[in-house]
């Protein structure tokens, strides 16, 4: 069975950091590219960090320099340490597979964890 499992998500103020942890398992982990993504209300979900198999990693441009994706195939897990946080970075945060993430429904995606920023 399918599980993605996201906590770490927290409230913090602007300029603060979180480390969020995504535990999955029923996928074949070590040989994924893994994303994590957020989706704020009433917006889209968007692609944040993205990680290979082999390590490389891609970022959008709103996050780069202030957060980094890694992770631990012994653990099956994902993570995504955050520095500097911005009220705009307030959404759900999800992870999930690269090949998962055109699907909608809980078969691809987790319940998520939460971000919420302060000024």
């Known amino acids: 069975q399918v599980q993605f499992v996201e906590s770490g998500g927290d409230r913090v103020q602007a300029g603060g950091s979180l480390r969020l942890s995504c535990t999955t398992s029923?996928?074949?982990?070590?040989?994924?590219?893994m994303g994590w993504y957020r989706q704020a209300p009433g917006e889209q979900r968007e692609l944040v960090a993205q990680?290979?198999?082999?390590?490389?990693?891609v970022y959008s441009d709103s996050v780069k320099g202030r957060l980094t994706i890694s992770r631990d195939d012994a653990k099956n897990t994902l993570y995504l340490h955050m520095d500097n946080l911005k009220p705009e970075d307030t959404a759900r945060y999800f992870c999930?597979?690269?090949?998962?993430?055109?699907?909608?429904?809980?078969?691809?995606w987790g319940q998520g964890t939460q971000v919420t920023v302060s000024a």
């Open positions: 029923g996928i074949t982990f070590g040989i994924s590219t």
């Open positions: 990680i290979t198999s082999e390590g490389d990693t």
């Open positions: 999930t597979p690269d090949y998962f993430s055109d699907y909608d429904g809980p078969a691809y």
